[in-house]
């Protein structure tokens, strides 16, 4: 098998692994529905990935990866006003509420919330993307809050991560109600909170 071939079956395995676990969750997860999923063979599989483990942390890398190009070309990071790409981003979040739940509901989170004591290899993957995710939110809110809120009690890197709670708790109540409008109502909730925390009218104060 070429280099290109080998490529593609390893994206087949990854992107199987996304749809699967954020289906199944990872304990139910076998090696042989990700191969199903993929279209590939186990002999396949483990060309790639020694184990299901060492998958599911490939496969956070790779969702992770996939979720960064996503949000570096929305619409909102063309907003030179840090407040309005805070808000931009939870309109971002709401619009991509579409589909299926394993479909917009995030591999990460899912992951996470089952194996953070059981598998410690796949909680740090998980908490390294999602860290590193609300990171990324604190560098706006540094922005803003300089210019909206420069006395605010709270710092950037609390908010980006209450930021983040927010969307992961949305997608656990639209698994429960099986269904993305209370994860929708969940983040028009988090846009009306940061509107009261950063306030045009405060601009300058």
Known sequence: MDTTALHQSKTKLLDAALQVIRTKGYTATRVEDVC?????????????????????????????????????????????????????????????????????????????????????????????????HAATLARDITEARTLYAPDAPWTPESLGLFMTAVVQGSFILAKGKQGPDVAAESLRHLRRYLETQFTPSRKGA
């Open 36 to 132: 199903a999923a993929a279209g590939l063979t186990k002999g396949s599989f483990f060309h790639h990935f020694k184990s299901k483990e060492e998958l599911a942390i490939a496969a956070a890398d790779h969702f992770a990866a996939m979720a960064d190009r996503a949000f570096a070309s929305a619409p909102y990071q063309r907003e030179t006003d840090p407040r309005e790409r805070l808000l931009g981003y939870v309109d971002f979040r709401i619009a991509m509420l579409q589909g299926a739940l394993w479909d917009f509901t995030c591999l990460l989170g899912t992951m996470l919330q089952e194996a953070y004591d059981t598998h410690p290899t796949i909680r740090a993957a998980c908490d390294k993307h999602i860290s590193a």
